[in-house]
Nanobody, 120 residues
C-alpha cells in the first residue's frame, strides 16, 4: 500500500518558521513530481509549489520568497519551509506525489494533510 504522509505542522506565532515534511512509503518504482497545496476554511485548495525528481522547482505567485520546496530522493521525502509566517497562512497543508508502481505507469496520491495555525 503506497502512502503519502505529511508532518511538521503546528501552532506558530506570526513571523515564525516551520518546515513541513512529506514522506512516501510503500513499493514504488519512481516518484516523479512532489507538490504542496493548502486549504483554508471556506476556500478552495490552492497549489503552492512543485519539485521534480531532478530538483526543478516551481512556485505559485503568492509565495513571494517565503516558501522553499525541496526533496531528498533517498528518503522519498519532500519538504516545505515556510518563513515569516502570517495569519493568512493558517491552513491544512497537503502533499501530492506522482508515482510509478508495478501496475501503474503514473498515478497520484494525496496525504491526509497537516494543520498549520498562525496566531499570537
Amino acid at each position: 500500500q503506497v502512502q503519502v504522509v505529511e508532518s511538521g505542522g503546528g501552532s506558530v506565532q506570526p513571523g515564525g518558521s516551520l518546515t513541513l515534511s512529506c514522506s512516501v512509503s510503500g513499493t514504488v518504482y519512481s516518484i516523479y513530481d512532489m507538490a504542496w497545496y493548502r486549504q483554508s476554511p471556506g476556500k478552495e485548495r490552492e497549489w503552492i509549489a512543485t519539485v521534480s525528481s531532478g530538483g526543478t522547482t516551481n512556485y505559485a505567485d503568492f509565495v513571494k520568497g517565503r516558501f522553499t520546496i525541496s526533496r531528498n530522493n533517498r528518503k522519498s521525502t519532500a519538504y516545505l519551509q515556510i518563513n515569516d509566517l502570517k495569519p493568512d497562512d493558517t491552513a491544512v497543508y497537503y502533499c501530492k506525489a506522482d508515482m510509478q508502481d508495478l501496475t501503474r505507469p503514473r498515478f497520484s496520491r494525496w496525504g491526509q494533510g497537516t494543520q498549520v495555525t498562525v496566531s499570537q
